[in-house]
């Protein structure tokens, strides 16, 4: 028998204590504005449907797996996608697949579809272990007592990705300027603006937004310049033109009809892949870093796959797929900190839903964030444990009852990119670093549009002896390029 000090103790990760009772109107809307995270009580954890009146209407939250089901998937067509999430997306994602509805839709989805095939995602493998070893090679030059904040550092890495994936021949402008204006779009498009919930018509400029509009004029303007330049040299010399997304965008045609995508279309899904893939994967990494750091045992069992999987001359383009405990992480990971905390329907016609009637208007509210951590659906909800996503025990969670990517016919289309990438990235990370949290720092869930660590995650970062395998990989990387 093990002794006592063998046998891993159970990590709590920081999370709010669910409430006992709620809270007043008015603290109620503090917290939703806050973090609203901090306002679930503990009914939400334990039962299948909780209906709440709010001073903006009343809303369901349901945490029944078939009752899930039944909003995402038998009777999605009775569910629309509710008009604040369409009041706070910019203008820019209104033509994307993200907002669309309807036809409109599924002419979108299934003319899409092929760009994030299995296949397709695959040949990214590439970019996204070079943007792995760039990281890498920043965190390696960092003195010893540096403090790197590698939630940043992650948004980095993403945004670098998608960048790479999407036009990858450059900008055709300065690289510096573009980041800059594209950092700030995306961070002005999260934002809730006042007159927004207060559901003011469009035409009331957003105040939140006045300031920034030369940087997302900038950033439109550098988006259709770069389009007009491909659809050129696509025109001129298709042969040499790289099979990246935009180039896949521009030439996707609808199976069904033979129709292309429009130019809005194409800038809107541009636009939507931008802002729908990186703050949510960078959020899904930086967690899986976090949780890391606070597990030796996890921590070695994801280096030393890595060195097995992506060693010298062994680099595979399934590598994704062999990282099965690196992958087992991640998914934890998402489980405990959903990046999409909630995701929420508009009932057209009323419904039952796990035995209570849902009146037409209902904000059906299906948060990731509870369901994960359900008392009726796990065991140890609050606890990390990446063993419940090895093969043998991954089968047995329920398939509505773990939804870090939606469900359904609008489950989220990144999704085989997203889990790639950061399978990849947190493989190469843990090959070449040991990680620790900088003292004092008190780690916290914030939910803003995307569930993020509140305040970064500022980490030592020393380097592994004999952890580097930029070189070998490189060598190896070639070999199915
Ligand atoms: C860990 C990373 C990611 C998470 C957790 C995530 C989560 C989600 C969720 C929950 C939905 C469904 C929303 C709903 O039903 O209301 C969704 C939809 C979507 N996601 Fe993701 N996502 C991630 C990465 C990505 C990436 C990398 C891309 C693209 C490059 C992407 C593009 C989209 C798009 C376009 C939709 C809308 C699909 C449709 O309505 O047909 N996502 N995502």
């Given at each position: 028998m093990p002794s006592a000090a063998f046998i891993p103790s159970k990590f709590c990760p920081p999370a709010p204590t669910p409430l006992a009772q709620p809270l007043g109107a008015i603290a109620l809307l503090r917290t939703l504005r806050d973090?609203?995270?901090?306002?679930?009580?503990q009914r939400f954890f334990e039962q299948p449907i909780v209906t709440m009146r709010l001073p903006f209407g009343t809303a369901a939250a349901v945490s029944e797996p078939a009752a899930i089901r039944r909003v995402l998937?038998?009777?999605?067509?009775?569910?629309r996608k509710d008009t604040l999430q369409r009041r706070i997306v910019s203008a820019g994602l209104a033509?994307?697949?993200?907002m669309a509805e309807e036809e409109q839709w599924r002419f979108q989805r299934r003319t899409l579809a092929p760009l994030f095939s299995r296949k397709a995602v695959m040949g990214f493998a590439p970019v996204m272990l070079q943007a792995a070893d760039a990281m890498a090679a920043r965190w390696e030059a960092a003195e010893e007592d540096d403090t790197i904040d590698v939630a940043a550092e992650a948004t980095r890495l993403t945004l670098d990705v998608l960048r790479q994936t999407i036009f990858s021949d450059g900008l055709g402008r300065d690289t510096e300027d573009f980041q800059e204006a594209m950092r700030c779009y995306f961070d002005t498009i999260g934002q809730i603006d006042p007159f927004d919930l207060l559901d003011l018509?469009?035409?009331?400029?957003?105040f939140t937004r006045w300031k920034v509009r030369p940087a997302l004029r900038f950033f439109e303007s550098a988006v259709d310049d770069i389009i007009a330049r491909r659809r050129r040299r696509l025109a001129e010399e298709p042969n040499e033109v790289q099979r990246d997304i935009l180039t896949l965008l521009l030439e996707?045609?609808?199976?069904?009809?033979?129709r292309s995508l429009s130019e809005a279309e194409v800038k809107s899904n541009i636009i939507t892949f931008i802002a729908a893939g990186h703050e949510t994967t960078a959020n899904a990494l930086a967690w899986s870093l976090y949780l890391l750091s606070q597990s030796p045992e996890w921590s070695e069992r994801v280096a030393a796959e890595a060195r097995r999987e992506l060693g010298a001359g062994r680099m595979r383009e399934d590598a994704a797929d062999r990282l099965i405990e690196t992958r087992a992480v991640i998914e934890e990971a998402i489980r405990l900190y959903?990046?999409?905390?909630a995701i929420s329907r508009e009932a057209i016609a009323a419904d039952e839903l796990a035995g209570e009637t849902v009146a037409a208007g209902t904000t059906v509210v299906i948060a990731p964030y509870v369901l994960h951590r359900h008392r009726q659906l796990w065991?140890?909800?609050?606890v990390f444990d990446?063993?419940?996503?090895l093969p043998g025990a991954r089968?047995?969670?329920?398939r509505y009852g773990y939804l870090p990517f939606g469900?359904?016919?609008?489950?989220?289309?990144g999704a085989t990119f997203a889990l790639q990438e950061a399978t990849l990235v947190l493989a190469t990370v843990m090959r070449r670093f040991e990680l620790r949290l900088a003292p004092g720092f008190a780690v916290w869930p914030l939910q803003r549009v995307t569930l993020r660590p509140r305040g970064g995650l500022p980490m030592r970062v020393t380097p592994r002896r004999g952890g580097r395998g930029v070189a070998d990989r490189e060598r190896a990387a070639r070999i199915y390029l």
């Open positions: 973090n609203p995270l901090e306002a679930w009580t998937l038998d009777n999605a067509a009775n569910y033509h994307g697949l993200l018509p469009d035409m009331i400029p957003r996707a045609q609808d199976a069904e009809t033979g959903p990046p999409l905390a065991d140890d909800p609050d990446p063993t419940r996503f089968e047995a969670i329920d469900a359904g016919p609008r489950i989220c289309i």
